[in-house]
Structures are given as C-alpha cells and as structure tokens.
C-alpha cells in the first residue's frame, strides 16, 4: 500500500492552470500528478465543487478560474 500524501486544491489548481489548456481530463491530469485516473477525477470533482473547473462531458473539465498566486515559502 502506497504512502498517502496531501497536496492542497489551490496548489492543484495552479498545476491545471499551467497546462494551458482550457479542457482537462482526469488522464492528463493523472499523468501530471502520477495518480491514478480514478484519483485524478476525484481531485476535479473537488475542484469543481471549489469552482476552478466546471464538468464539460463525462471526460472533462473546463477550467474557468485561475488559481490564486501561491506565494513563496518563508
């Protein structure tokens, strides 16, 4: 069994936002992050609920805002 890790939804949607892409889906998003598909598209379904992407078709995700700047660590 794998180590868990948390990674914060602001962190992961400034990952989505530097895709550049206006269209995410949970394999391009599980390819970025090295998480499994199924993880993948419960993280956009999180983000979703935060209102950085809205649920396009069964298979992706429109990104519609961008994450706020993430400052450096002190």
Do not use: C, H, Q
């Not at 939804?9 to 499994?36: H, M, Q």
């Amino acid at each position: 069994m794998g180590e868990r890790v948390g990674v914060s939804l602001e962190f992961i949607a400034l990952v989505v936002a530097s895709l550049g892409k206006n269209y995410v889906t949970p394999r391009d998003l599980s390819w970025v992050l090295g998480i499994s598909t199924r993880s993948a598209g419960r993280v956009l379904r999180a983000l979703e609920m935060k209102g950085y992407v809205v649920r396009y078709s069964n298979r992706a995700y429109r990104v519609i805002a961008r994450a706020p700047a993430m400052e450096p660590p002190s």
